[in-house]
């Protein structure tokens, strides 16, 4: 099968952590002990959260005296996908002996009248107090909003459209590569009116990204992995349970929060919807179980899964 994961944050950072390089590098390797089996048998594009990481090079650039402005968000983006990349990839090397791998610093094209940019929503950066807010939403253009008895920045988060790169990590997958990429959602860029394109400061969530790539390289199955088992309904009630099997139809009528849980639905059904193909919500340390289909969130069309042969017989890309 061809599989598109998406590591969440907590794969390089737990809760509670500080985001020291040691922490976040052994985080690494225990993921992709999990992940190396799975690229042993299967063509493998593994994508990641960047949150913590942009968070701490933001908070560096803002406060660093030998600047004029701080550095940009699509420029932390793609400070942010070599660093973790770099990580990812030696970590896949010194466990896949042999196999190539390929680490990918690359953009994801959102569409510049996307209404996200009209009504930034995005928290970044530390938080500041109302004068400190003030201040720089004068001098910077920041947009700030109130977080709490605080305020934060807040940018847009655009829909991504395409990563840019997709036929060259199409290509690395055909060659037997396993493919490191889209990190933190993808550096967002636009065209612009010469049809260039160009970085803009936004925050792309990295679950729809996933889910565009997944598309776009035609991928059998996508797998968004965070530190929760499974999808709960009725989450923080008593009736709460795990969700094993869905159609998203049933998924979309859940009403996860949108700050957590809901864009992870979001991208699962999205691709189920536009593929055929199946997706999944579950545990790092269960990403071999939720393939066979025994663990996690798994959702298709008709919401029923019976493992890795229910693919090679109806995969749509196999008729």
């Known amino acids: 099968m061809r599989i598109v994961i998406a590591l969440g944050g907590n794969a390089l950072l737990r809760r509670g952590e500080k985001p020291d390089s040691a922490t976040q590098i052994a985080n690494v390797e225990l993921a992709v002990q999990q992940l190396a089996p799975l690229a ?15 968070g701490v090079l933001a908070l560096q650039s803002a406060n660093d005296k030998n600047l004029t402005q701080p550095y940009a968000f699509d420029t932390l983006g793609a400070q942010t996908q070599g660093m973790i990349g770099y990580w990812l990839l ?140 499974a999808v709960m309904e009725k989450f923080g009630t008593p009736e709460q349970k795990e969700i094993h099997r869905a159609s998203p139809a049933a998924m979309r009528a859940g009403g996860f929060p949108a700050g957590s849980m809901g864009p992870k639905v979001e991208a699962a059904c999205s691709f189920v919807e536009l593929t055929g193909d199946v997706a999944a919500i579950g545990q790092l340390s269960d990403a071999q179980k939720i393939i066979a289909g025994e663990s996690g969130t798994i959702i298709t069309p008709g919401g029923n899964y019976g493992g890795p042969d229910d693919i090679s017989q109806h995969s749509y890309k196999k008729l």
């Open 40 to 54: 042993e048998e299967h063509e493998v594009v593994i994508t990641h959260g960047n949150g913590p990481q942009v």
């Open 90 to 229: 030696q970590s896949l090397q010194n466990n896949l002996p042999g196999r190539q791998v390929a680490s990918f610093v690359n953009q994801t094209l959102v569409l510049a009248g996307d209404p996200a940019f009209d009504n930034p929503t995005k928290f970044v950066g530390q938080v500041y107090n109302k004068e400190e807010a003030d201040e720089l939403a004068k001098s910077r253009g920041w947009v700030m909003k109130a977080d709490g008895e605080y305020f934060r920045r807040v940018v847009g988060s655009p829909r991504p459209q395409r990563v840019v790169e997709t036929r060259l990590i199409r290509r690395m997958l055909d060659v037997g590569a396993v493919v490191v990429c889209a990190g933190g959602g993808g550096i967002p860029v636009i065209r612009n009116e010469k049809g260039k394109l160009q970085g803009v400061e936004a925050v792309i969530d990295k679950d729809l990204t996933a889910a565009t790539l997944a598309e776009h390289l035609e991928a059998d199955f996508l797998m968004i992995l965070t530190d929760v088992p």
